[in-house]
């Protein structure tokens, strides 16, 4: 367990149950599906909580704004159990064999054969592993009961290509994002988002952001540092007020932006990895005023 776990105060129980999925036989292509830690809050209860209820067998759907560090958080929790993790993203493209599979023909020793390619769901299922439905509001309502079974106490789902149950291994959990009001996006009907624990994940800020910037990007310079921190902590009033949106002040893209900074100006990196994101002309101006009067 790394050194970011063993500072977290965590039931004797739930470490016990964690160690238990250290011990796993893990196959050599299944180890590239486990994810790097390193996600930080300023809330220690959002990974605390989100590594209990995993524990437990619950399902959790991650509630946040774009950029603020799901999909990381999903990663450290992969890290955090050792368990592979196989993802989804979700589109208003997305049908069910992107969910369960495909058929395909195979011919082998000149004979001709139909053969079954599992998709995410069903790998995770038969090797009880993590599944990862990212920005799972963007698929078609209709696509989504097929995972009805998947998500409650059952863990089961039948194959609509095959026919075949499928029944979850132990060690099968599932994390699910979500970016609420974007376009695009569509309501979690009640159904679904009652097989979940939600857990809110906002933007981190202060300290707790520069040392983010420090480890995860490759700016090395402590004052640009400091400087890009307060500039995402301006954003974050902007967006509170309305004036820019919640793209503006996306830690991914203030990760963007700090790798840029480590070459180029700080002015043209904020110009490449936060202005050209936006749409709004109003909101570019605005944010190009906040950057001058710190980078200048």
Sequence with gaps: ???????????????????????????????????????????????????????????????????????????????????????????????????????????????SAIEFVPGPVTKAMQKGQFLYIDEINMAKPETLPILNGVLDYRKRMTNPFTGEVVQAKEGFGVIAAINEGYVGTVPLNEALKNRFVIIDVPYVTGKILEDVLKSQSTLSNEKLIKQFVQLSSDLLIQTENGTVSEDAASIRALLDTCDLAAYIPPLRAIERG???????????????????????
């Design 274 to 296: 936060v202005v050209e994101k936006l749409e709004d002309e109003r909101e570019k101006a605005a944010v190009r005023n906040i950057a001058q009067t710190l980078f200048e």
């Design 1 to 111: 367990m790394n050194q970011q776990i063993e500072k977290l105060i965590l039931p004797e129980s739930i470490q016990t149950k964690i160690k238990a999925f250290h011990k796993q036989n893990i196959t050599e292509e299944d180890q590239s599906l486990i994810g790097s830690p390193g996600y930080a809050s300023d809330n220690e209860f959002i990974l605390i909580d989100a590594i209990i209820s995993l524990a437990m067998g619950k399902n959790i759907l991650l509630k946040g704004p774009t950029g603020s560090g799901k999909t990381k958080l999903a990663e450290t929790l992969s890290a955090v159990f050792h368990q592979p993790m196989h993802s989804i993203n979700c589109s208003v493209d997305l049908d069910a064999e992107a969910l369960v599979g495909y058929k395909t023909i195979t011919n082998e020793s000149g004979q």
